[in-house]
């Protein structure tokens, strides 16, 4: 139940599930400035991979 809710949450804010999933290393800080630099989606799909290996 809880990675379904990390994935929801990553796919309206990418970093924050990947916080969620993480903490603030370094997939957090990927996660952002591919978000930061408007690459949205690659920032879901990168936040989804990494909820989804852990």
Not at 30 to 47: C, D, P, W
């Amino acid at each position: 139940m809880g990675d379904a809710i990390r994935i929801i949450c990553a796919i309206f804010l990418p970093p924050l599930g990947v916080f969620l999933q993480v903490g603030l290393g370094k997939d957090f800080w990927i996660n952002l400035l591919l978000t930061i630099f408007g690459l949205y989606i690659l920032g879901i799909v990168h936040a989804v991979w990494v909820i989804a290996r852990k």
